[in-house]
C-alpha cells in the first residue's frame, strides 16, 4: 500500500501554459508495502531515461581512443573535459556499422553515415520522396514507453536545413539531416528553435490558447511564469519548506532559460571576421549547412531544454545531434575559425587534424555542462537524473578523412538506475553499433528482439 500526498503529474496552469513540476518531497509515497509497490513508485519518480547525442564528421580519434583498456585508462585530450565525470560513463571502442559503407552504392558516406546510425538499416539511394531506411532505436523505445509521458519522444537540433533535394552524391538531403526514423520510409524531423521547444514544454494543450499566451507575452514583455501566479501562490502554501526552496530554484531556472531565449532572438547577425573562410564552401563537394554565428548560443540553449524535458518528465526519449552530417560550421570561439567538413578532409595534415580535435574537444565540453546540470537534479531514488540516465555520444564515423564507418568513437554515460556499469574503456571489436542499442533499450524496459543488423547483446552489467 501506498499514499501519495501529491500526484507526479500536478501542474501549475495560467492561459495557454501548463508548468509541469520536478519531483517534490510531497510526491513521493508516505508508506510503502513490498517490492512490488517500492519499483512502481520509483518507476514514476525516478524513471530510467535514453538520449542519443550525434557529432558529425567524425573525430579526431588519435586524441580521442583511450590507450590501455578497463578502469585504469587515461583521459585523451579530447575527453579531458569529463574529468569530474570519468566514474559516470564508459568510453566503447571498435563498434562497426556496416550499413553505412556504400555496398555498391558508391559515395554518400555522410548522408549514409546519420541514416544508419540509429537503424542499422541501409538507406535506399534516392534524391526523391521514395526515402527508404528503418526503424530508429529512439523510436522503438518511444513505440514501448512513449505512452508513460506527453511525448512519446523529442527530436532536436541545432542546424535548421532543408529535408528535401539532392544534397550530394545522389542521396536525398533527408538522409544527411535525420538520424531518427518513425518507420523505414518516415525520418522525423528535428525541431531546431530552441524557444519552439520551451513553449511546446509548456503549452497546455490548447493550440489556440497557447498562441495567445505567446503574442501576450509577446506584447506585454511577461514571462510564462506570470501566467501561473496565482495557481502558483496557492499551490506553495501546501508545500514544505523543503519543496518551496526546490520550487523556488525550478522556477528560478525556468525564468534563467527563458530570459537567454529573449536574449538570443534579439541578437542581430554578427559580421563574419576579415577573412574568414566562406562557411558554405566546400571542396570536397556538395554545399553543407551554411555556418550560424548564434551556434554557440543555440546549443546551451538546446542542452537546456533537453534537461527539462527529462526534469519535468516530459518524456523519456530523446535525440540530438550537436551538428548535422557535412555541416561546414566554423567555431572561432573554440579556436578552429574554419568551416567543420572541409577541414576534417585533412589528408594527414597536422594543423588541419588539430583544428578538428578543437571542434571535438569544443562539443565535449558542451557534453560536460549538459551533465553537470543533469547530475544536479536529484529524483527521489536519491540518485540523480543523470544516474538514472542512458545517454549515447557519439558519431558513425571514425576518421572523418577516410570516412571508414569502424572502430566507432561512442561514450555511454549513466547508470540507467544502477543497472550499467561505468568507469571503462570497452573494447567491443567488430561488433555491430546496434547491439549496443539493444542493451540500452533492455534497460529502460523498452526490449526489442532485433533492431537493423543487429546481431545479439553487449554486456553492460
Not at 56 to 70: E, F, H, K, L, V
Not at 159 to 178: F, I, L, M, P
Not at 205 to 225: C, F, H, T, Y
Not at 382 to 410: C, T, V
Request: neutral net charge; proline residues 5%; charged residues 25%.
Amino acid at each position: 500500500m501506498s499514499q501519495l500526498i501529491m500526484s507526479r503529474r500536478t501542474m501549475l496552469r495560467g492561459l495557454g501554459t501548463a508548468i509541469a513540476l520536478p519531483v517534490l518531497d510531497s510526491m513521493i509515497p508516505t508508506r510503502l508495502v513490498g517490492a512490488d509497490a517500492k519499483a512502481a513508485a520509483q518507476a514514476v519518480l525516478a524513471p530510467r531515461r535514453l538520449a542519443w547525442l550525434y557529432v558529425p564528421n567524425g573525430i579526431d580519434m588519435q586524441n580521442w581512443t583511450p590507450a590501455a583498456a578497463g578502469s585504469g585508462y587515461e583521459l585523451t585530450p579530447i575527453l579531458q573535459p569529463l574529468a569530474a565525470f570519468k566514474d559516470r560513463f564508459t568510453v566503447i571502442s571498435g563498434l562497426v556499422c556496416e550499413k553505412a559503407n556504400p555496398n555498391g552504392d558508391g559515395g554518400g558516406d555522410h548522408g549514409r553515415a546519420s541514416a544508419s546510425y540509429l537503424t542499422g538499416a541501409q538507406a535506399r539511394k534516392t534524391e526523391g520522396a521514395n526515402l527508404k531506411c528503418g526503424l530508429s532505436a529512439d523510436q522503438a523505445a518511444a513505440n514501448k514507453i512513449g505512452h508513460l509521458t506527453k511525448f512519446p519522444s523529442l527530436e532536436l537540433g541545432i542546424e535548421d536545413v532543408k529535408q528535401t533535394g539532392r544534397c550530394d552524391n545522389g542521396y536525398s538531403c533527408a538522409y544527411y539531416h535525420t538520424i531518427s526514423w518513425r518507420s523505414e520510409t518516415t525520418p522525423v524531423v528535428k525541431d531546431c528553435d530552441p524557444r519552439s521547444v520551451f513553449d511546446r514544454l509548456f503549452a497546455n494543450g490548447d493550440p489556440r490558447e497557447s498562441a495567445e499566451s505567446r503574442a501576450r507575452r509577446e506584447n506585454d514583455r511577461k514571462s510564462i511564469l506570470d501566467f501561473v501566479l496565482d495557481d502558483a501562490g496557492g499551490f506553495e502554501k501546501k508545500l514544505t519548506y523543503a519543496d518551496r526552496q526546490k520550487m523556488d530554484e525550478y522556477l528560478t531556472s525556468v525564468r534563467e532559460i527563458e530570459i537567454r531565449l529573449e536574449k538570443s532572438a534579439m541578437e542581430p547577425p554578427a559580421a563574419p571576421p576579415a577573412g574568414q573562410v566562406r562557411p558554405d564552401f566546400d571542396p570536397h563537394g556538395g554545399k553543407a549547412a551554411a555556418s550560424s554565428d548564434k551556434y554557440a548560443t543555440c546549443l546551451p540553449l538546446m542542452i537546456d531544454m533537453m534537461v527539462l524535458a527529462f526534469q519535468t518528465d516530459r518524456t523519456r526519449v530523446i535525440t540530438l545531434p550537436f551538428a548535422d552530417e557535412k555541416s561546414n560550421q566554423t567555431y572561432p570561439w573554440a579556436g578552429a575559425n574554419v568551416p567543420h567538413h572541409a577541414t576534417s578532409h585533412h589528408m594527414g595534415d597536422a594543423a588541419k587534424k588539430a583544428l578538428v580535435a578543437k571542434i571535438n574537444t569544443y562539443h565535449v565540453e558542451q557534453l560536460a555542462y549538459m551533465l553537470k546540470k543533469l547530475d544536479g537534479i536529484k529524483e527521489a531514488n536519491g540518485a540523480s537524473i543523470l544516474d538514472n540516465s542512458l545517454i549515447s555520444y557519439g558519431s558513425n564515423i571514425s576518421d572523418g578523412d577516410l570516412h571508414n564507418h569502424d572502430n566507432l568513437p561512442q561514450l555511454l554515460i549513466g547508470k540507467a538506475g544502477g543497472t550499467v556499469g561505468t568507469g571503462r574503456h570497452l573494447r567491443c571489436d567488430g561488433i555491430p553499433l546496434n547491439n549496443l542499442w539493444l542493451s540500452m533499450l533492455d534497460r529502460v524496459g523498452a526490449p526489442v528482439e532485433r533492431l537493423g543488423d543487429s546481431t545479439g547483446r553487449i554486456a553492460l552489467a
